[in-house]
T-cell receptor
């Protein structure tokens, strides 16, 4: 079966750091994506991990451990505009471009 | 480069009707995937097309179908609409297998 878990909601303060975790159990693995989705808008691509380790991109970093089926998205220097849902998605083997999504983590950033 | 475009942006239909949604991928992208997003189920994969061929299909009833044209534009069709089909329908395009998928703005379908 395919299962991707992430926390439903998180809150954080402007300027702080927040880590959003994602665990997965899927039939095969070709890579893990993080997307950001503001209310009423389309998901936008944030990061992609296929090998173990940390990928850094500005204020956003993403980490992957394939042996543990675990990833996290780290957001630094939080801004109000970072209030959004963050979606973890796994590209599964043999699935060409099929992504399995987690339910998403709704992040609220407060002043 | 222009992004993924979807038309129409909003649709209101009644039960039993059918609907066709359109998606134009980023120029040069040959893969188009369709997803349904609802508050209860999140984002769920519908199907994927590449070079006019359906390569993958999710767990949706046969009422949901799609096709892709030679210019990579794709359409999805839902027949005999049900209330539960109310959702945001998103398409995404990518240039090659296992590559990043870029999403369009979606079509918000409401079934009354």
């Amino acid at each position: 079966g395919q299962n991707i878990d992430q926390p439903t909601e998180m809150t954080a303060t402007e300027g702080a750091i927040v880590q959003i975790n994602c665990t997965y159990q899927t039939s095969g693995f070709n890579g893990l994506f993080w997307y950001q989705q503001h209310a009423g808008e389309a998901p936008t691509f944030l990061s992609y991990n296929v090998l173990d380790g940390l990928e850094e991109k500005g204020r956003f970093s993403s980490f992957l451990s394939r042996s543990k089926g675990y990833s996290y998205l780290l957001l630094k220097e939080l801004q109000m505009k970072d209030s959004a849902s963050y979606l973890c998605a796994v590209s599964v083997s043999g699935g060409y471009n099929k992504l399995i999504f987690g339910a998403g983590t709704r992040l609220a950033v407060h002043p | 480069k222009a992004g993924v475009t979807q038309t129409p942006r909003y649709l209101i239909k009644t039960r039993g009707q059918q609907v066709t949604l359109s998606c134009s991928p980023i120029s040069g992208h040959r893969s188009v995937s369709w997803y349904q997003q609802t508050p209860g189920q999140g984002l769920q994969f519908l199907f994927e097309y590449f070079s006019e061929t359906q390569r993958n299909k999710g767990n949706f009833p046969g009422r949901f179908s799609g096709r892709q044209f030679s210019n990579s534009r794709s359409e999805m069709n839902v027949s005999t609409l049900e209330l539960g089909d109310s959702a945001l329908y998103l398409c995404a395009s990518s240039s090659r297998d296992k590559d990043t998928q870029y999403f369009g703005p979606g079509t918000r379908l409401t079934v009354l």
